[in-house]
């Protein structure tokens, strides 16, 4: 049993910033890749950053250059600072987590990953 909790989110104004946190704990076995995906009301659950296993990072275009991903093994804990927060940046966020062998997943996708946080809320104003 595997359990991921998101924690950082709220209202940022334009041009502001906020620091994600993702905590992930019980039977954690091999963790092919961690990552954030977003989703806005009425959009598609979107991914926004994820870091393999390997240290391999990829962000989507709109984000780069302003948000960073980053995680603690000894913590088993994953990160994401956002800089220049912009409307785009207004969703639920959630944090998720791919442990398995053969890490063969796409990670730029919901497809990826087989476990999930509940998600927190950023709010742009």
């Known amino acids: 049993d595997v359990q991921l909790v998101e924690s950082g989110g709220g209202s940022a104004q334009a041009g502001g910033s906020l620091k994600l946190t993702c905590v992930m704990s019980?039977?954690?076995?091999?963790?092919?890749?961690m990552g954030w995906f977003r989703q806005a009301p009425g959009k598609e659950r979107e991914g926004v950053a994820a870091i393999e296993g390997g240290g391999r990072i990829s962000y989507r275009d709109s984000v780069k250059g302003r948000f960073t991903i980053s995680k603690d093994n000894a913590k088993n804990t994953l990160y994401l600072q956002m800089n220049s927060l912009n409307p785009e940046g207004a969703a639920m966020y959630y944090c998720?987590?791919?442990?398995?062998?053969?890490?063969?997943?796409?990670?730029?996708?919901?497809?990826?990953?087989?476990?999930w946080g509940q998600g927190t809320q950023v709010t742009v104003s």
């Open positions: 019980g039977y954690i076995t091999n963790v092919c890749a």
């Open positions: 998720a987590a791919d442990m398995a062998w053969d890490c063969s997943g796409d990670y730029r996708t919901v497809y990826g990953y087989n476990y």
